[in-house]
């Protein structure tokens, strides 16, 4: 029987491996993973500190307006803001993550 706190560094693991390979916003994380987006939203944190801790390099790539091209550069969250500051546009393109391996 797998604890929950084993399941829990399994998903950070898989994280980890598919951040390795190309960018990913918190919505496909979830869809390659089969979690639900709040769980994956709850462990990027402590993905980015595991990441960093391994010696590799975490990447965000901020959530934008996709109207006119807004970038929410003061947002730690994670999630996607509902509207653009700037424009008023509803379109926002979620931030996406990514993990660079120095070698
Ligand atoms: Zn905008």
């Given amino acids: 029987m797998v604890t929950e706190i084993e399941e829990q560094s399994t998903t950070?693991?898989?994280?980890?491996e598919l951040l390795k390979s190309r960018p990913?916003?918190?919505g496909g994380l979830s869809r390659a993973l089969g979690v639900k987006q709040r769980e994956i939203e709850r462990h990027l944190k402590n993905v980015a500190k595991t990441a960093q801790t391994l010696g590799f390099k975490w990447v965000i790539d901020p959530a934008r307006c996709e109207g006119c091209?807004?970038?929410f550069t003061d947002r730690e969250r994670t999630t996607k803001p509902s509207?653009?500051?700037?424009?008023r546009g509803e379109q926002i393109l979620y931030a996406t993550f990514f993990i660079?391996?120095?070698y």
């Avoid at 950070?12 to 980890?16: L, S």
């Avoid at 509207?83 to 424009?87: T, V």
């Fill in 12 to 16: 950070r693991q898989k994280m980890i």
């Fill in 69 to 71: 091209g807004f970038k």
């Fill in 83 to 87: 509207r653009c500051p700037k424009c």
């Fill in 100 to 102: 660079e391996v120095p």
């Fill in 24 to 26: 990913f916003d918190a």
